[in-house]
């Protein structure tokens, strides 16, 4: 069965709907691809100035983040195999990935949130809200990561 729309009115909510669930969706990918961005910033500061041409930075922070990426996700099969060979250090590098790829986007949100959520209310419930905010939003990076798979 169609679905058919009944006015102009309808179809433009059906496409501004679209777009937010798009735009969502790049926001979800940015916030777990932080950390490698956040990283691939850090070091292109250590090599380009502050005056350098911008499409110069944006190749490279790019360039970094796809680097970092893949190295990442290289440490994350080798420690999937260490787990195979029962050998322990797989827990170290477990550790490692989950402090980098989780913990840092949990604090950008935690601090999003925080900001947000005192101007809603007072101090005390504004932290509140905001660790779990962060917490969850911690929780499903680690789950969209896979980490034990």
Known sequence: MRYTQTSEAQIIFDNFIGALVIVAKG???????????????????????YYDHPLLWIALVTAFTWILYVLFFEIKKRMLLLKIRRNKWWILIFIFCVAFSCLIPAWIIYELATLFASKMTDEK???????????SSGLFIYRRNHFLR
């Open 27 to 49: 926001l979800i990918r940015l916030l777990i691809l932080s950390p490698f961005i956040f990283t691939a910033y850090l070091i292109s500061l250590s090599i380009l100035h």
């Open 125 to 135: 419930n504004a932290t509140i809200i905001a660790c779990i905010i962060a917490v």
